[in-house]
């Protein structure tokens, strides 16, 4: 260590910097929102936020309907997004012939990159008519957003998923192969349980994706404040409600909602991430 | 296609239209915006937007040295944005409170008045409706088109956020500061009311007149049929005034913006886009 050049020295500092500050940020917005939310959590107000009705006018406040928006869009476009997104992963590592798969991977990367208001914006021409004629009612309802939100989702999965399926060891697969397993069995029997862990993370990071996007659920979800029934119900998520009444009063009990919808976001991503890591130190099943 | 783009860019109130083209320079006699160099940022009620795209267009065309964005977001959105310094000029189409102008020291411009319509889709054989039916209807206590003497099916409503100043307004005026259901789906600018309501057969919605065009239905309300005329006459009065604020003074580029509006070039483009000129 003592023969460090200067160089070398400064290369570690700065990158001991960069990550400092990286691991920084989210304890910074946890603790900003914690600062913001504090006053709300020792009031007293805080159980006539787990209620029914958002009415400001009337004082109530009640933000159960959109935490239940929450769980049915991000819910549903999972139900939709993991068995594509794992599959996808396994036709590209098991049976896409070598041109496709590289296709289908760039495809699935550039779709990594498109902005989600781009499907939001397409959708509400393309597929809420269809939803319309569907389900009756306006078209806007949380299964066109789960629908649209699983085409955000799919990518991250896939991407995610085949990594790990293929960081399997070269050895298990050619002595499986080598056995004379087919690919059924391949898949079953080593990738599977070799990756399972794997895909649970890209399996959570996708739900990530899903819970944290606002413009597909705002745009298509329909927004209303009732208690959701049902796919077809109009509904509101917590990110479309921090988008929708972001600009309010500031000293208004409604701008502090806006810290607890952002802070009940932000321990839904932590839980998801302490599950991971306690996940990541247990054996297979 | 161009509409199509035109709609993306205000219904989600993100896109700042920054419009912009070499124009040939044709000075007007008093023209406010001699000399002036810079950008000038307007954001808030989207009622505003189609008619000060506009302007700004004409502006810029003989002024190339001078930018104006336009972005929506509501008129509580363009208030306070003001009041934090982020945009020169505020589009309010509700009057700022009290409050809102003593914590600020707005100073607050009118330059149109403005109905409120309600709207349907143009399949919907329904004309008119009552102002009882109405508030019991955004209430949630009519819920089917055949109480109003449509076909049988259910009614989808629309409403606007709390950031907007339509919405203040249409509740006041037009609902009596009736309850809206919860069950109301949510839009976030006129303009994605207008493609809500025109893409759906069963809605029913409120729209700033000046947004409205063929693609809805406006209802007549107790037999009065909204337009620019009925709200002159009084005889319409789901109607508002439609604002431009400033933090304190305005700063050059936004006075010119705001004398602009107020002379008669300015006056003719909120007749043609629908609003009753103020002077």
Redesign the interface.
């Known amino acids: 260590m003592s023969q460090d050049t200067p160089q070398e020295r400064a290369l570690r500092a700065g990158l001991g910097l960069a990550a400092l500050l990286a691991a920084a940020a989210p304890l910074m917005i946890l603790a900003f929102l914690a600062y913001f939310s504090w006053p709300l959590l020792t009031s007293g107000l805080l159980p006539r936020f787990f209620t029914q009705t958002w009415n400001p006018a009337a004082q109530q406040w009640g933000l159960l309907p959109m935490m239940l928006g929450t769980v049915w869009v991000a819910g549903l476009a999972m139900l939709w997004a993991a068995p594509l997104g794992i599959g996808l992963a396994l036709h590209l590592v098991l049976f896409a012939p070598r041109g496709l798969a590289r296709l289908l991977q760039a495809v699935v990367e550039f779709m990594t990159g498109i902005p989600t208001v781009v499907y939001a914006f397409a959708a509400l021409f393309l597929l809420v008519p269809r939803m319309r004629g569907l389900l009756g009612g306006s078209g806007f309802s949380i299964l066109t957003a789960s629908l649209v939100l699983a085409l955000v989702v799919v990518p991250t999965i896939t991407l995610v998923a085949r990594e790990r399926l293929e960081a399997v060891p070269r050895r298990q697969v050619q002595a499986a192969l080598a056995a004379g397993a087919d690919r059924w069995q391949l898949c079953r029997r080593v990738l599977l349980p070799g990756a399972w862990k794997g895909l649970v993370t890209a399996l959570v990071l996708g739900s990530g994706r899903a819970v944290g996007d606002t413009l597909i659920a705002l745009m298509l979800a329909g927004n209303s404040l009732a208690l959701p029934t049902s796919w077809a119900s109009s509904g509101r998520t917590l990110t479309s409600h921090i988008a929708l009444i972001f600009a309010a009063d500031f000293a208004s009990p409604s701008f502090k909602a806006v810290f607890l919808c952002g802070l009940i976001l932000f321990l839904y991503s932590l839980a998801l991430v302490v599950g991971l890591r306690l996940l990541q130190g247990r054996r297979r099943p | 296609m161009r509409r ?1 783009l035109t709609a ?1 860019a205000i ?2 109130s ?1 896109c700042c239209l920054v419009l912009w083209s070499p124009g040939s320079a044709q000075a007007a006699g008093a023209d406010p915006f001699q000399g002036l160099t810079g950008t000038l940022h307007i954001a808030g009620g989207t009622a505003h937007i189609k008619c000060e795209t506009e302007a700004a267009r004409m502006i810029m065309r003989a002024h190339p040295q001078v930018r104006i964005t336009i972005a929506g ?2 008129s ?2 363009g208030i ?2 003001v009041c934090q310094g982020l945009i020169d000029l505020g589009n309010t189409g509700r009057p700022p409170t009290q409050a809102e102008i003593k914590r600020c020291g707005l100073k607050v411009y009118r330059f149109a008045v403005d109905g409120i319509a309600v709207v349907v889709n143009p399949s919907n054989p329904v004309a008119g409706i009552s102002k009882a039916d109405l508030r019991a209807v955004f209430a949630g206590r009519i819920t089917n088109w055949r109480r109003l003497g449509g076909k049988d099916a ?1 009614i ?1 409503l ?1 409403t606007r ?3 907007s100043g339509t919405r203040k307004v249409f509740w006041k005026k037009g609902l009596g500061k009736g309850a809206i ?8 600018s006129n303009a994605a009311m207008k ?2 309501v025109a ?2 057969p ?2 029913i919605g409120y729209i700033s007149l000046g947004v409205a065009d063929q693609s809805v239905k406006l209802l007549a309300i107790d037999g009065v049929a909204p337009s620019p005329q009925a709200v002159k006459e009084g005889r319409y009065r789901i109607a508002r005034g439609l604002f431009m604020v400033t933090k304190g003074e305005p700063k050059p580029l936004a006075r010119a913006f705001i004398q602009f509006m107020l002379s008669p070039r300015g006056q003719k483009l909120v007749a043609k886009h629908g609003f009753l000129p103020v002077k």
Not at chain 2, 181 to 188: D, E, I, L
């Open positions: 199509f993306s219904l989600l993100l977001g509501g509580g959105v306070q944005q259910p989808d629309y956020d709390a950031n259901s919860p069950k109301a789906n949510f839009v976030a493609t809500a893409g759906d069963n809605a």
